[in-house]
């Protein structure tokens, strides 16, 4: 059984930054790409950020410059880095990862998710 959790999510001030964090454990025999995605209020869930296991990284438009994503293969761990935050970057932010269970089981995998909130 796999279990991935999200942490480090919050009310923060329009500029500030947050750092979300995302483990993934249980049965794990290998992660392949570990991604974040978001969902505000009244609107469909959407691509934040995805890293590799390379560590090559794609972030949406909107996020580019502000957001940073990256991960500890030791630590089945990936991380995202938010700064200028704006109010539009509200939502519950989603961790997704793709994990094999065996060498021959690949499941997607996601967290419960974290709830950001940019206010003054």
């Known amino acids: 059984q796999v279990h991935v959790a999200e942490s480090g999510g919050g009310l923060v001030q329009p500029g500030g930054s947050l750092r979300l964090y995302c483990v993934a454990s249980?049965?794990?025999?290998?992660?392949?790409?570990m991604g974040w995605y978001r969902q505000a209020p009244g609107k469909q869930r959407e691509l934040v950020a995805t890293i590799t296991s390379s560590s090559t990284t794609n972030y949406a438009n909107s996020v580019k410059g502000r957001f940073t994503t990256s991960r500890d293969n030791a630590k089945n761990t990936v991380y995202l880095q938010m700064n200028s935050l704006k109010p539009e970057d509200t939502a519950v932010y989603y961790c997704?990862?793709?994990?094999?269970?065996?060498?021959?089981?690949?499941?997607?995998?996601w967290g419960q998710g974290t709830q950001v909130t940019v206010s003054q």
């Open positions: 249980g049965s794990i025999f290998k992660i392949n790409d």
């Open positions: 997704n990862a793709e994990i094999w269970t065996t060498a021959w089981e690949l499941n997607n995998y």
